[in-house]
């Protein structure tokens, strides 16, 4: 199906409920919402809608994603109406170099939302999962692409596990709002939305205006990583002349101030600018 296609509403998210909430909370990004019932990727029709005349706050939301993908082209899988499946789109005048801190300052937005619904304490894991006690509760894919004015569009993709009970063994370590005690109102998607898209819209400009260091300090108090072993996979960063493009093993010992996982190793502290990140 597609977009086209797609239905203005659907019975597994109610829009009108979504524009009440929405404006009762002062949130101005989310006009419109494209709801869909089924699409490959809404981040894909994000970044294709960045050549023609969508706005900063458009947002795609969907049931269902047949090609839903994360980082480092990792699969992102839902059933159907279990998990928020969402993008959104800002547009910038100019490139930005900010690439690092989009994703922290979304992810810091997603738990934001998250945590007013879990019972339990929720942290960041660098750079863009939002985890409860080393299970994956959501996941964010920033991605960019340029306009033919030289436009910068900027693309926020985001999926949290909401109603699901079980997952299939391909999802690893994961958990939902439902698995970790949220219920009744905490798991309908439209007020889950507009608090992301509250956050959102606070935090990410934060950053492309060139305060990130107040986003870094939020993340820090978050940190699911300091102090913790983990192994770097695919590590990549300037001072990694020994490790590039491989793993390299350590102890997480905080957040640079430009967004980079800082790693002790044998060799010194070391500032990881990309990789996925393992737990040993």
Sequence with gaps: MTEADAPATTPWFDSALFERTRVGAGVTWGRPVRVLDQTDSTNDLALAAVAGDALTGIVWVARQQLRGRGRRGNTW????????????????????RAANGLTLAAGLAVLGACQLRAPVTLGLKWPNDVVADGKKLAGILVETRSGADGSLGVVVGVGINVR?????????????LALLGAEGADLELEGLLADVLLGLQHLV????????????????????????????????GEDLPEHAGGDVAGVASGISDTGDLLLDTTLGTRRIATGHVLFD
């Design 205 to 236: 400009p934060r950053v492309l205006l060139g305060h990130l260091e107040e986003v870094i300090a939020d993340v820090r108090a978050v940190d699911a990583l300091a102090g913790r072993h983990v192994r770097i996979v695919d590590a990549g």
């Design 164 to 176: 699901a009970l079980d997952f299939e063994a391909a999802a690893g370590q994961a958990t939902s």
């Design 77 to 96: 899988s839902a059933r159907p109406g279990e998990a928020l499946l969402m993008s959104t789109l800002l547009r910038w005048p100019a490139p930005s």
